[in-house]
């Protein structure tokens, strides 16, 4: 008899791609719902981090840009200005993170069995939208406190949501495959993470950044998202918005399009490295 190897390998096809991806849904929602199980499994407290790490933030960052900087808010209260930031930024920086550790983290199942690994990336995505869903309960709730009403902008939020989301898998995609063969992109990225969130309006309103540099600004994706934010749910925007809107939008596309094509190139290879 002779002998043989039987080589199982993604279709090379971008549209059969997908389809085979659509074919493995069941995968994707059980990777999911194992992932929000066990993500605060064994802590004291729970799924509260969810609610104390924003909240957390939200104040350190009232206290140094509202108190002791004293920056402008615009007649609105800074927490809400803060908290309306914080929700895309721990949405796009939770989707980085675990986007990018998740083929690390699913190595015996990648070297046993073969499926589309973009499934597992995809799968932390309905994750970290748990906590954007508990992160918008809590700002509510600031908003009721401050009796402050949410204009018709916040129609528009679910755009700026998915174009956050488009530039987090970009992102995740790319520092999950390098993380597969250079194992150092785990030490790098919670200090990347740090800088973003220094680097990003969070804690104040890119109109403060100088005239000189706001282009260079809004090269920066979660610029236009956060700013977005801000207009869809406190009706309060940048005199540069659009621009930034744009450049976020095409800077997203980049990392989202560049970061797919990267990870099915080296998708074959995940196996061998892992």
């Not at 849904?25 to 066990?38: A, G, M, N, T």
């Not at 802590?43 to 140094?64: K, N, Q």
């Not at 920086?93 to 015996?108: C, F, G, P, T």
């Not at 680097?199 to 890119?206: A, K, L, M």
Request: proline share 5%; hydrophobic share 55%; with cysteine.
């Amino acid at each position: 008899m002779d002998n043989f190897d039987l080589v199982i390998e993604p279709d090379k096809g971008i549209k059969k791609y997908w389809s085979e991806i659509w074919r493995y849904r069941e995968l994707l929602y059980f990777l999911s719902w194992r992932d929000f199980l066990v993500r605060y499994k064994q802590t004291v407290i729970g799924i509260a981090w969810a609610v104390l790490r924003p909240l957390l933030t939200m104040i350190v960052f009232t206290v140094v840009f509202g108190k002791i900087a004293k920056l402008p808010s615009d007649g609105v209260p800074y927490p809400l200005i803060v908290f309306s930031a914080m929700l895309p930024w721990q949405f796009f920086s939770s989707v980085v993170s675990e986007s990018s550790s998740s083929l690390i983290n699913n190595s015996a199942m990648i070297s046993k069995v073969y499926f589309p690994r973009l499934v597992i990336p995809l799968s932390t995505f309905f994750v970290c939208l748990v906590d954007f869903v508990i992160s918008l309960g809590i700002l509510l709730f600031l908003m009721i406190w401050y009796f402050y009403l949410p204009p018709l902008n916040i129609l528009f939020l679910p755009i700026f949501l998915i174009l956050g989301l488009i530039s987090a898998l970009g992102i995740g995609l790319w520092l999950s495959a390098l993380n597969v063969k250079y194992r150092d992109f785990r030490y790098v990225l919670p200090f990347i993470i740090q800088f973003g969130l220094y680097i990003s309006p969070v804690g104040f309103g890119s109109n403060i950044v100088p005239e000189s540099i706001k282009y260079l600004y809004a090269l920066n994706p979660m610029v236009g998202v956060i700013e977005g934010f801000r207009w869809a749910i406190l009706g309060i925007s940048s005199d540069f918005l659009f621009i930034q809107l744009i450049m976020s939008a095409l800077i997203s596309f980049l990392f989202f399009t560049s970061g797919i094509w990267y990870f099915r190139k080296v998708e074959r290879s995940f196996a061998d490295n892992i």
